[in-house]
């Protein structure tokens, strides 16, 4: 469970397998390079922030992961979030929340957490997937375009009022880039599709910006001379004020890396018909969080396309998201210093269309024919990614989508009277009296004495049935001598429905009744075990068959015992 990936992988390596992995791991190398520097760019950091988070975090990813063909490093899923700390913290604050993220990711790894990610509802994920995509793209018109303004508002409404009114004010050099990078990206698969259109459309568009001295703003213009240079180690300063600060941005990137890992690992598996360890995958990403800050990268995941191009370049070890990151590293280190020639506009266009393919808009309109409270989750955790912050959709959309499950289960949950049913009139067949017959725990004619109501819970008895419980029970007109409560089909019960239980059973002895338990299976009786409510009802009250309830309840009325009905 706690072993790299890696060590598996090399246990059957041969050298056919290096060279395939070393074509896959250059050709992905070539694809991350434009998508590093845009996500760095859009996320408020200088270019060279994110290619070393590609170089680090995506070697450490394939080195410690628990996916043979996971890439790692920056996406788009993070530039919301990154983009709030650095305009509120500063590149330090972002530092520090990284790196806590980066212990959060290790913990729930140790924790044995991999599994929980998947319980995330899928409305939740869509909703705030689809949100970071449509910020993304208002973030990007300004270069799109080439608008002549001043600083844009960091707020949704705020961006496209100020587009509005300076819309006039475009650039048409700019447009003139942004839609040559454009044709360029989705023509060119027509005539290579080992080559990224991504990386073709970049070296065009820088290519002709120069070679045409166009009037449009560049990676230099804007961010200055880029350094490459390995940078250096560096501490933050820590404050218990800036931690507690933090805590929630913390949180937010450590789910959505374990989340965005987590769902490109399980869609790799299903590519390579393998099985990832996703235990080991978190502890990766952990590992890479935490120590790729300290050489001012930002925060890092596996990437979903990026790997899917690993593996259909032929790529199936580690050693391909390796030769990913040396690929980065060289190209960093001896061809860095032309990224500054790279137009903003080239580097929008690239981002456009990562949030289109981001958007997954066909899930998201699939997912708007769903059951009504799916599609408030989803339009919920939607409108608040886009309006008000991604750390308050993830918990409102995920605290929504809880309340809107409880109903569902406490709707499911319902409790009935049977004693007609098991009277000794019984059921005809026409209506299914057949069901007691051939029921293992049933008799067809079983003879309820007077003073006896037998009462079944159907579904799991927890905190959302409690109070339909109770106030079901409450509206019994003529209070029994013994209420007889039958539980063959609660498999689960929770201190809410103890409470629950330990109230009826109270304010029924109070009432001089009588209150059994029947057919109660070994979750319920483990949990009643130890509890108050055992001594408040009685170990001699509680049953495994109902049966022996009756018997026990005939005993308690004074009735006969019942006579079995001969066959």
């Not at 990403?285 to 300290?294: D, E, K, S, Y």
Request: charged residues 15%.
């Amino acid at each position: 469970m706690f072993v790299p990936k890696i060590v598996t992988a090399l246990k059957t390596y041969d050298r056919a397998q290096l060279l395939s992995d070393t074509i896959a791991g250059m050709i992905v190398g070539v694809v991350a390079l434009p998508l590093a520097i845009a996500f760095a760019v859009a996320s408020g950091v200088t270019p060279d922030r994110g290619l070393w988070t590609a170089v680090i975090a995506g070697f450490l990813i394939s080195a410690l992961g628990g996916s043979r063909v996971q890439i790692g490093g920056p996406t788009g899923a993070f530039v919301v979030i990154v983009y709030g700390i650095v305009q509120q913290h500063g590149i330090a604050g972002l530092t520090i929340a990284t790196f806590m993220a980066g212990v959060i990711l290790v913990i729930m790894g140790v924790a044995k957490l991999g599994g929980m990610v998947k319980f995330i509802p899928h409305p939740v994920i869509t909703g705030f997937t689809a949100g970071i995509a449509v910020i993304i793209f208002s973030g990007e018109v300004k270069d799109l375009l080439g608008l002549e303004m001043g600083t844009v508002p960091a707020d949704f409404v705020g961006k496209w009022s100020a587009y509005a009114s300076d819309s006039v004010g475009f650039t048409p050099a700019a447009v003139g880039v942004s839609a040559l990078t454009l044709a360029v990206i989705f023509l060119w698969p027509k005539v290579n599709r080992r080559i990224p259109g991504m990386f073709v459309g970049l070296l065009v568009a820088t290519a002709a910006a120069r070679l045409m001295d166009l009037p449009v703003e560049t990676i230099g213009s804007r961010f200055g001379e880029l350094s490459t240079s390995f940078p250096p180690a560096e501490l933050p300063r820590l404050s218990f004020e800036t931690i507690t600060a933090l805590v929630g941005p913390a949180f937010t990137i450590a789910l959505l890396a374990a989340i965005e890992s987590l769902l490109s690992a399980v869609v790799a598996d299903g590519m390579i018909g393998g099985r990832h360890r996703s235990n080991m995958e978190l502890i990766a990403q952990g590992v890479a969080n935490m120590i790729t800050p300290l050489f001012g990268g930002i925060p890092a995941t596996g990437a979903l396309a990026r790997t899917a191009t690993n593996v259909k370049n032929g790529g199936r070890t580690p050693v391909a998201g390796i030769v990913h990151a040396i690929t980065l590293l060289l190209i960093t280190l001896f061809v860095g210093k032309w990224v500054s020639l790279i137009p903003m506009a080239a580097l929008a266009a690239i981002l456009l269309v990562v949030s289109y393919h981001m958007s997954g808009w066909r899930t998201f309109l699939a997912e708007l024919r769903s059951p009504k409270s799916d599609v408030l989750v989803l339009l919920t955790t939607f409108s608040l990614t886009v309006l008000v912050d991604l750390t308050v959709a993830i918990s409102v959309g995920m605290v929504l989508a809880a309340f809107l499950f409880i109903r569902r289960m406490a709707e499911v949950t319902n409790i009935s009277a049977v004693t007609r049913e098991l009277s000794e009139e019984g059921l005809p067949d026409e209506i299914g009296g057949d069901l007691y017959q051939t029921d293992p725990n049933g008799i067809r004619r079983r003879p309820i004495p007077r003073g006896v109501e037998v009462y079944e819970i159907n579904g799991p008895f927890f905190f959302g049935a409690a109070e339909m419980f109770k106030a079901t029970l409450e509206q019994i007109a003529d209070k029994p001598d013994v209420l007889v409560i039958r539980m063959r089909d609660v498999l689960a019960l929770d201190s809410t429905g103890m409470h629950a239980l330990k109230d009826v059973v109270h304010r029924s002895r109070k009432e001089g009744t009588t209150v059994l338990l029947a057919d109660v299976h070994m979750q319920p009786l483990v949990a009643l075990t130890g509890s108050p409510v055992l001594d408040e009802i009685g170990r001699e009250n509680i049953f495994s068959n109902l049966d022996d309830a009756l018997t026990r309840a005939r005993s308690l009325v004074g009735a006969p015992a019942a006579v079995p009905e001969s066959r």
